[in-house]
């Protein structure tokens, strides 16, 4: 049941947090803005397109920046309850710590919630989405990039590409190209082409080198001008695998058994396998120590709660890289360590803070 009092902090945290969240995403986007403007020439892409990457963009974001939207909050509400006395008055009345800060808790339950189902409901979705789009973006930027040992199939053909370049904005230059057709009577038919280009479904290759085999016995052979096949496909995929971020839980899980069974290293997908809970977790924990630290500096000036949160996620920001890209990545520490490790640092400095306050 929801009291007086857990309407009150409740309301004193909402501004805070919405206001909190919202920044940082706004500075994520303009970073991301900034970084394409940069790095890309965008006269010849749609401003709509640019506006509909940020907005698929965002659940990856919101994944990063709910945490500190909580710490905000709770650093705000807190600090501004001990600055005026507020919660001296509570204390008087025979009220523990523990019970003021209950909805601050309850709020990083419902937060740690939001972003789990941000994490595995909508980003997988918007990130192969954005990534598609950032790919054509790319294209009509004209921006350089390749791929190699490109495999794929179109029609009956198992085609092997080389290298994969991007040529025009609507054109891609292939090199090495090698279309293999399984025919019956184990009878397999192998085209070679030095180069070809790929536009709006058209594959054009030069100079096709064909050859049916039977076994390991050449039957016939010939060379050919030009060898042109329609099959639209989706060109992003050329050029870019799904990321961890695209897969979903069980996906992940999948291809991580799949990577094992290959004798493959895994540590990485399993260490982001095991942030899909600890970053939503640690909104839960930021509602826990941001209070408790608000309350200690409290009184050292108006502005210690916007402080105090700041320096609280850069300090969890950095041990969460440190701790994850190379603890998790040189495999110092079990994956689930390197992922929850942070949580746990600031879940017992918590637990320390409550002790000595109470």
């Not at 979705?125 to 490109?150: C, Q, Y």
């Not at 399993?270 to 899909?276: I, Q």
């Amino acid at each position: 049941m929801i009291r007086k009092l857990d309407r009150y902090v409740l309301r004193e945290m909402v501004v805070p947090f919405i206001i909190g969240t919202l920044a940082v995403v706004l500075m994520f986007q303009a970073n991301m803005l900034i970084a394409l403007f940069k790095n890309l020439n965008l006269r010849n892409v749609p401003p709509l397109a640019l506006l509909q990457l940020l907005v698929l963009k965002t659940p990856f974001f919101l994944n990063m920046t709910l945490p500190v939207g909580i710490a905000l909050a709770s650093s705000l509400a807190i600090s501004r309850l001990t600055r005026e006395s507020e919660l001296t008055a509570m204390r008087s009345a025979g009220m523990p710590i523990r019970r003021v800060i209950r909805p601050v808790l309850i709020a990083g339950v419902v937060v740690s919630l939001l972003n789990f189902f941000v994490v595995e409901r909508l980003m997988p979705r918007t990130e192969f989405m954005a990534r598609k789009l950032g790919n054509e973006i790319n294209m009509l930027a004209l921006a350089p990039d390749l791929k190699s040992n490109v495999v794929l199939s179109i029609q009956a053909y198992t085609v092997s590409i080389g290298t994969v370049s991007r040529g025009t904005a609507e054109e891609l230059a292939l090199s090495d190209v090698l279309l293999i057709e399984r025919r019956a009577f184990g009878q397999t038919m192998l085209i070679t082409s030095p180069r070809g280009t790929y536009r709006n479904g058209n594959w054009r290759l030069e100079t096709p080198t064909f050859r049916l085999l039977k076994g390991e016995t050449m039957i016939s052979g010939k060379t050919e001008r030009v060898l042109e096949i329609y099959e639209q496909i989706s060109v992003p995929d050329l050029f870019a695998q799904p990321t961890n971020e695209e897969l979903p839980l069980d996906e992940l899980r999948k291809s991580i058994q799949q990577l094992q069974r290959m004798k493959r290293d895994t540590k990485m997908q399993e260490v982001t396998l095991h942030t899909r809970f600890s970053v939503p977790a640690s909104c839960l924990i930021f509602a826990l120590t941001g209070p408790l630290f608000a309350v200690w500096l409290a009184r050292s000036g108006p502005f210690v709660g916007v402080l105090l949160s700041v320096v609280m996620v850069l300090v969890y920001y950095n041990a969460f890289v440190i701790s994850t890209e190379i603890v998790g990545r040189m495999g110092w520490a079990p994956p689930w360590f390197a992922a929850w490790l942070p949580n746990l640092i600031f879940l017992i400095l918590g637990a320390i803070a409550l002790w000595k306050i109470e």
